[in-house]
């Protein structure tokens, strides 16, 4: 049976990739870690020729061994002892830097990366990437250093143990690897396919927990419980089947290596010993023949199950990559400009959209967005209203037509400075657990406590901030918990107060909120409004009777344009969704009564 190679497929390249972007940075600190791994195979085969000398010795009744060979072991063993504790030491040093770079290129990628791109997987199974890929990654590495090197190194020395002692008995013994080595190569290519399969599956298990939990409200409400923990269950259950297959897979090779190497020995026995008896070979020769065999089986054992470890990492790299390198739709041209907002005029010119190719969410739009003034948006559900509002700081791009922005297309200018000049406030508030002051911070880096202060004024945030034990700097816990809904928009107004951008997006940014605190940040966003270009999204049209033009979405298109009272009285699809609403609030009052 032809011998097969240790690293099959495409775990090479992947290797080879990997040192060439992370490894090789710690080049100085890796020859360091190939010095002590030389050091500790060079004393590794010197066991097996002191045991040798040692029972020539006592066969020769050499006095000498008895005064000199304890001190020759414990300089031999006290040399090895330290180097395998800095090799350990500085592997661990390359390889937990290694991964950290690794990570923090990861979550630079997924932070940058498009809403397109990062709408394909839940937040969990992109989180998971960073735990159970990197476990298998960074396992790898180390196995490279302390098996693949450590142990080939102590293998080589203890070989050419084993020949210096009996050449002929070493190539008996060495029969038995190509029988071995072949039905590894196979094990390790299955291995590959299941740990694909079961990274794969952990990652849609930790994205079903998430699920779950954050929806535990809607959960509890609907008495759902029991079929999540069934759903769960299963997804468990699928799990555990992939990895007991991976470890079944695995422990094949354990009955392999042993029994390959219950054959060598046996044949060494057997050899060896007749010609001990024969007298060709002395009692050192057997015994430091065979100590050098056993203690070559642990790195030979070693180095078998490595192509295991190799191939899980290889699936982990590969899924790593796969994602590292899909490249953003939404990039700045080569020769982009900042943005210059004069005026803030926003123009849409046969703008058409699409989530996918069977999905057309803004078909042919035309619209102009006067500047310094609000235009509200209102229509249906899915009538394209969030997908138009998506289309201003380039969340997405048009896949036909131009956005214009005082008559620059928005595609030829820099993010930064598009971004710069749009702030947004909807329904869905992102808060990070941090500090309020923090949290306000983000719209403008770097701005002082009085400014935060006079931007939570202005959002009427200052009130409530006063009365918290740590006033600015309560920490809003994880999404803003600890904070009202209310609260929580007040101080996501009080951010973009301090942003101050020339271009504002609302996008149903009082919904969520009970009359009271639909007051308060009400008035706080006409605030913010006055003298800003102003697109809004509203379903209650009572917030939008004052907007300086109102556009009409129904099923991706612009159906009608105008302002409240031009619109109620044309009679079309505005002044039908305004009967409704009126119709449903005269209900609601009647039963209240």
């Known amino acids: 049976m032809a011998r097969r190679p240790l690293l099959r497929g495409d775990t090479l390249p992947l290797l080879g990739r990997l040192w060439r972007e992370w490894l ?46 304890p001190f020759v072991v414990i300089a031999v063993t006290t040399v090895r002892g330290f180097a395998l504790y800095g090799q350990t030491v500085l ?68 070989v050419g143990a084993l020949l210096w002692i009996d050449p002929i008995m070493t190539l ?6 190509p029988f071995v080595a072949g039905p590894i190569g196979r094990v390790g290519k299955k291995l590959r396919r299941v740990s694909t399969n079961t990274q794969e599956q952990m990652g849609l298990m930790a994205s079903l927990i998430s699920e779950s939990l954050q929806g535990a409200r809607v959960a509890k409400t609907y008495a759902l419980e029991g079929y999540l923990k069934g ?41 060896v010993g007749q010609r001990v008896m024969s007298g060709e070979k002395t009692v050192g020769d057997f015994t430091g023949f065979v100590a050098a065999l056993l203690l070559a089986s642990q790195p030979a054992r070693a180095l078998g199950t490595l192509n295991a470890i190799l191939q899980e990492a290889s699936a982990a790299l590969t899924r790593y990559y796969a994602l590292l390198d899909e490249p953003p739709t939404i990039r700045e041209q080569a020769n982009a400009v900042p943005l210059v907002v004069t005026k803030g005029e926003i123009r849409f ?18 619209l102009t967005v006067p500047a310094g003034t609000t235009t509200a948006l209102v229509g249906r559900s899915g009538s394209g209203k969030s997908s138009l509002l998506n289309l201003v700081p380039r969340l997405y791009d ?76 309560f920490q809003v816990g994880p999404s803003g918990g600890r904070l009202s809904g209310g609260e929580r928009q007040r101080v996501s107004l009080a951010r973009a107060f301090l942003k101050n951008a020339p271009i504002l997006l609302l996008d149903e940014a009082t919904s969520a909120l009970d009359s009271e605190s639909e007051q308060l940040v009400q008035a706080a966003l006409e605030r913010l409004m006055e003298g800003r270009t102003t697109l809004v999204i509203a379903h209650r049209l009572s917030t939008v009777r004052d907007a300086g033009l109102i556009a009409v979405l129904d099923a991706g298109r612009v159906v009608e344009t105008g302002t409240h009272e031009s619109l109620v009285a044309a009679g079309g699809a505005y002044a039908r969704l305004h009967r409704l609403q009126l119709s449903d609030s005269a209900t609601q009052e009647i039963l209240a009564q």
Do not use: W
């Open 349 to 366: 010119e046969d703008v058409h959209f699409r989530y996918r190719e069977d999905a057309p969410a803004i078909e042919g739009i035309n």
């Open 231 to 271: 759903r769960a269950a299963d997804a468990l259950q699928h799990v555990r089947r992939l990895k007991m297959k991976a470890a079944n897979t695995r422990g094949r090779l354990d009955p392999l290596l042993e029994i390959g190497g219950g054959f060598a020995v046996a044949a060494v026995l057997v050899l």
């Open 172 to 177: 008996a013994a060495g029969v038995t690897a």
């Open 398 to 473: 048009v896949t036909q037509g131009r956005l214009l922005i005082d008559g620059q297309d928005i595609r030829s200018v820099t993010l930064a400075s598009l971004r710069e000049a749009v702030a947004v406030v909807s329904q869905d508030v992102v808060l990070f657990d941090d500090t309020i002051a923090a949290n306000i911070a983000f719209g403008r880096p770097g701005a002082s406590r009085a400014e935060i202060v006079a931007a939570a004024e202005a959002a009427a945030a200052h009130g409530f901030i006063s009365r918290l034990a740590d006033g600015y700097d």
């Open 91 to 158: 592997t661990n040093r390359v390889v937990t830097q290694v991964e950290a770079d690794m990570q923090a290129a990861l979550y630079a990628h997924l932070i940058e990366a498009d809403m397109a791109q990062l709408g394909r997987e839940s937040a969990a199974s992109f989180t998971q990437r960073f735990t159970t890929d990197f476990a298998f990654i960074k396992e790898a590495l180390t196995r490279i250093s302390t098996v693949m090197l450590r142990d080939l190194a102590m293998l080589i020395a203890l």
């Open 24 to 69: 090789s940075p710690h080049r100085g600190t890796l020859a360091v870690v190939l010095m002590l791994i030389a050091i500790v195979g060079a004393a590794t085969g010197l066991y097996p020729t002191l045991i040798k000398a040692a029972f020539d010795a006592f066969d020769a009744k050499d006095q000498r061994a008895l005064i000199y060979g």
